[in-house]
């Protein structure tokens, strides 16, 4: 909290900075509706997600900009932020102090109120910025809840206005629908009872829609004014269909769904936002009455996820995923055999995060990262080391390639742990296998505790702890005894295939792996035998 309110303190310029940002307003930017001859309400949708962190969601409401920090919103009038799922916490800017209504008019209690319809907000109400909760203030949960504020214009004068909050299951979850004020200082307004004017239509083109990118996306949902949209190459319509756009970062075939929803949504992708924009794919009931589509996307060309109900309205915020192609890295990833792998990351560029698959916790970022792919012959407990290597490593091991921009969901990871012989500390090596060997380091990592099983793909990320740091060395993986058969077979997975041929090529001239004649060379003759040995 001492961080959040120092970081909210620096407001001494907010009069001049909140005229100059409200200079740059034009008549258009809002509905405005005269209520008498003096007086008038402006009105703005927002549909808005309010971030459950530190900072939350800083409002100016009279330019409608809206920003993650302070120094982001010039002017800011109203904050509402915090990290708690039963209440959500206010902080309003300098003048006027208790910006934000409490509970009742002239009354002590100073929690700021879920209002009803009509309540008036004006000079007389009781203004505070203590939390909102369920208990406290009456608002309610998967329910939109009300509230009253004041703020000071850019005109120096007091105004009065209301906005309203959609609160999912917990209070951590919340979107700012839209706010409404007087233009009119000292002039009263009434709480949502249309004074304002009809909220303006909803344009599925608008700047400020909530964006898509890759993962878990939560999304607010307008269906207020959000139409419907008839896709006739699906033979549905899409109730209230709110538009989301998202902008791949490379060419390959993406999957986006609302899988992770029960309710019943309806899903079109489409290449624009305007009427008569090509729908690419549309779905409705793939994974229970979610929907789910996949396909092909081209590289820095944005598509608009369609989303909405088939004959209710959808919670808000939806969750809609988006899966990217896997990056090419891993998917051409070396073959490594069993046993020594040559290992030089000097010509590697890229960086790559890993992340625990069991708890789903970002652990550090390998860079410079090389990958490689392995298919034990023996299922049991194996280890997988870079000890010896000439710097410091890092290095984690997975089943599955990330998707572009995603991170490596890892089941084991390690930075420091090839123990120095005669010494209680570590090498800068990385080593994985069920104890990590008594890592230490920044980012010491989690051990390898199952199996590697027979038969199955194992993805091996190895890189440096520096960004530009090359290392050199050895990957040696080790395990239970393999399987004896075609020592052309260097990988020991049942085929002398493109697999095995790697594993010689990148052993050439070297010994140990890739050795197939014994004479303590890779070189002709072995490539000889593997080709004889071919399929």
Request: glycine fraction near 14%; aromatic fraction near 8%.
């Given at each position: 909290m001492l961080n959040h309110t120092s970081g909210k303190s620096a407001i001494g310029a907010r009069l001049s900075r909140h005229f100059v940002a409200a200079a740059t307003v034009t008549a258009a930017a809002a509905f405005v509706a005269s209520t008498d001859a003096s007086a008038a309400v402006v009105y703005h949708s927002y549909n808005t997600v309010i971030p459950n962190n530190i900072d939350g969601i800083y409002i100016n409401v009279e330019t409608f900009v809206t920003g993650a920090t302070a120094g982001a919103v010039a002017g800011w009038d109203l904050n509402p932020y915090g990290t708690s799922t039963?209440?959500?916490?206010?902080?309003?800017?300098?003048?006027?102090?208790?910006?934000?209504?409490?509970?009742?008019?002239?009354?002590?209690?100073?929690?700021?109120?879920?209002?009803?319809?009509?309540?008036?907000?004006?000079?007389?109400?009781?203004?505070?910025?203590?939390?909102?909760?369920?208990?406290?203030g009456g608002w309610q949960?998967?329910?939109?809840?009300?509230?009253?504020?004041?703020?000071?214009?850019?005109?120096?004068?007091?105004?009065?206005?209301?906005?309203?909050?959609?609160?999912?299951?917990?209070m951590g979850v919340r979107t700012l629908i839209d706010i409404a004020f007087e233009s009119t200082p000292g002039a009263p307004i009434n709480v949502g009872d249309g004074t304002g004017g009809p909220p303006p239509s909803y344009d599925p083109c608008a700047?400020?829609?909530p964006t898509a990118s890759n993962g878990n996306n939560s999304l607010a949902m307008n269906q207020d004014t959000a139409a419907d949209l008839a896709v006739s190459s699906c033979g549905m319509t899409i109730r209230k269909a709110n538009y989301f756009k998202y902008t791949p970062s490379v060419s390959g075939s993406y999957t986006i769904s609302t899988c992770g929803m029960t309710d019943d949504t309806r899903m079109?992708?489409?290449?624009?936002?305007?009427?008569?924009?090509?729908?690419l794919a549309c779905n409705d009931d793939s994974c229970g009455l979610a929907s789910?589509?996949?396909?092909?996307?081209?590289?820095?060309?944005?598509?608009?996820?369609?989303?909405?109900?088939?004959?209710?309205?959808?919670?808000?915020?939806?969750?809609?995923?988006?899966?990217?192609?896997?990056i090419p890295d891993c998917v051409?990833?070396?073959?490594?055999?069993?046993?020594?792998?040559?290992?030089?990351?000097t010509a590697a560029t890229t960086a790559q995060t890993a992340t625990n698959t069991a708890t789903g916790t970002a652990t550090a970022t390998i860079n410079k990262a090389l990958w490689f792919k392995f298919v034990p012959g023996t299922t049991g407990a194996y280890s997988?080391?870079?000890?010896?290597?000439?710097?410091?490593?890092?290095?984690?091991?997975?089943?599955?390639?990330?998707?572009?921009?995603?991170?490596?969901?890892?089941?084991?990871?390690?930075?420091?742990?090839?123990?120095?012989?005669?010494?209680?500390?570590?090498?800068?090596?990385?080593?994985?296998?069920?104890?990590?060997?008594?890592?230490?380091?920044?980012?010491?990592?989690?051990?390898?505790?199952?199996?590697?099983?027979?038969?199955?793909?194992?993805?091996?990320?190895?890189?440096?702890?520096?960004?530009?740091?090359s290392i050199t060395g050895t990957l040696t993986i080790g395990g239970p005894d393999q399987p004896t058969g075609n020592p052309a077979d260097l990988n020991n997975d049942g085929v002398v295939n493109a697999a095995d041929l790697s594993i010689l090529l990148g052993n050439w001239g070297g010994s140990g792996t890739g050795d197939i004649n014994g004479d303590g060379t890779v070189g002709a003759a072995d490539l000889a035998n593997l080709l004889g040995s071919w399929g």
């Open positions: 039963t209440a959500l916490s206010w902080f309003g800017a300098a003048a006027p102090s208790g910006c934000v209504m409490g509970l009742g008019q002239g009354g002590t209690t100073t929690a700021v109120a879920n209002l009803s319809t009509a309540t008036p907000v004006s000079a007389a109400s009781t203004f505070g910025n203590t939390a909102s909760s369920v208990t406290a949960l998967n329910a939109i809840n009300s509230f009253g504020f004041r703020f000071l214009g850019a005109d120096g004068g007091t105004h009065y206005g209301w906005g309203r909050i959609q609160i999912g299951a917990t700047s400020f829609n079109a992708i489409l290449d624009g936002c305007v009427a008569g924009s090509a729908v789910s589509v996949t396909l092909d996307l081209i590289g820095t060309v944005p598509v608009y996820i369609v989303v909405g109900g088939a004959s209710a309205d959808l919670p808000s915020p939806i969750t809609v995923t988006v899966t990217p192609p896997p051409n990833a070396v073959a490594a055999s069993f046993g020594d792998n040559v290992f030089d990351n997988i080391g870079l000890c010896g290597a000439n710097g410091d490593t890092m290095m984690a091991i997975g089943t599955t390639c990330p998707g572009v921009g995603s991170p490596f969901q890892s089941l084991a990871y390690n930075d420091d742990a090839c123990a120095v012989a005669g010494s209680t500390t570590s090498l800068l090596a990385s080593f994985i296998d069920a104890t990590n060997g008594g890592a230490t380091g920044t980012f010491a990592g989690f051990p390898l505790t199952q199996d590697l099983v027979a038969g199955q793909t194992y993805y091996i990320i190895a890189g440096s702890y520096g960004a530009t740091t």
